[in-house]
């Protein structure tokens, strides 16, 4: 509508490297995090979204881990203030 977006963040991986979900237990490896400064004009609904990751368990970390090979999209609803 006219007052709710979505900021979308496409992320493109290159061939042999991954990059981490938001999602990671303690102890694992660093998540990926978004900041979003606080702003007047708008206004964050809900948690940034991101697309399905892989799921499996890392062996160096001991632990399931989510992921992404490729690509991957993320997406926080704002709505104007």
Known sequence: ???EYYLVAKATI???WKL???NIPPNGPIPTTFEFEKNADFELVGKTEE???IL???KVF???I???HNQAVF???IKLL
């Open 1 to 3: 509508n006219d007052t």
């Open 14 to 16: 290159e061939a042999g």
């Open 20 to 22: 981490y979900g938001q």
């Open 51 to 53: 697309s399905t990751p």
């Open 56 to 58: 499996k368990h890392d």
């Open 62 to 64: 001991n632990m399931e």
């Open 66 to 68: 989510s992921y992404f």
């Open 75 to 77: 997406k926080q609803h």
